[in-house]
T-cell receptor, first 116, second 112 residues
């Protein structure tokens, strides 16, 4: 069974630009969550999508948005990039039936975004 | 702001030694998970605990959830180089707005 895939793996952008990251969940998984990981703040929850609807949301500004398609693939968009957005962006997929942490999440390898 | 403090932040030990990592918060969690993350990869789930006082064992790893569901510990017996990695706890708070918080992380290095 293929794992969670994220593309691209590495990305370099400049301030003010926007970026779109993609996540393909494990086949059969309907929930996709996005996280930001930085050395200073650690891992922070961005949002979760289930059946094309945002089900949960973390405490990030509106510049961070996402969507999920009917095949459960998800994209995350960051507009007007800032230097502080440099981070490893991880997505995780799960069946999504139970919701929350009791539903095992499988993480992808992440997309390393560098903002110059 | 809910925080999950982990201690120690860094730990370097010799193969065969025992160690304990702590995860503490002032918030009550409905469930808590422990992950291990290796360089270039995403975190991998080790265990989920949901009941206060719960103890779970996974080979040489023992996980405990505090009675009040505010803290947790991970104990590794006879550590091996393969245990090297970043250990993260993550707690779920379901009180009105859903919150899912990761701990600050413990970077463990086991020397052969």
């Amino acid at each position: 069974k293929a794992g969670v895939t994220q593309t691209p793996r590495y990305l370099i952008k400049t301030r003010g630009q926007q970026v779109t990251l993609s996540c393909s969940p494990i086949s059969g998984h309907r929930s996709v969550s996005w996280y930001q990981q930085t050395p200073g703040q650690g891992l922070q929850f961005l949002f979760e999508y289930f059946s094309e609807t945002q089900r949960n949301k973390g405490n990030f500004p509106g510049r961070f948005s996402g969507r999920q398609f009917s095949n459960s693939r998800s994209e995350m968009n960051v507009s007007t990039l800032e230097l502080g957005d440099s981070a490893l962006y991880l997505c995780a997929s799960s069946l999504g039936l139970a919701g929350g942490l009791t539903d095992t999440q499988y993480f992808g390898p992440g997309t390393r975004l560098t903002v110059l | 702001t809910q925080l999950l403090e982990q201690s120690p932040q860094f730990l370097s030990i010799q193969e065969g030694e025992n160690l304990t990592v702590y995860c503490n918060s002032s918030s009550v969690f409905s469930s808590l998970q422990w992950y291990r993350q290796e360089p270039g990869e995403g975190p991998v789930l080790l265990v989920t605990v949901v009941t206060g006082g719960e103890v779970k064992k996974l080979k040489r790893l023992t996980f405990q959830f505090g009675d009040a569901r505010k803290d947790s510990s991970l104990h590794i017996t006879a550590a091996q180089p393969g245990d090297t990695g970043l250990y993260l706890c993550a707690g779920e708070i379901v009180e009105g707005t859903y919150k899912y918080i990761f701990g600050t992380g413990t970077r463990l290095k086991v020397l052969a």
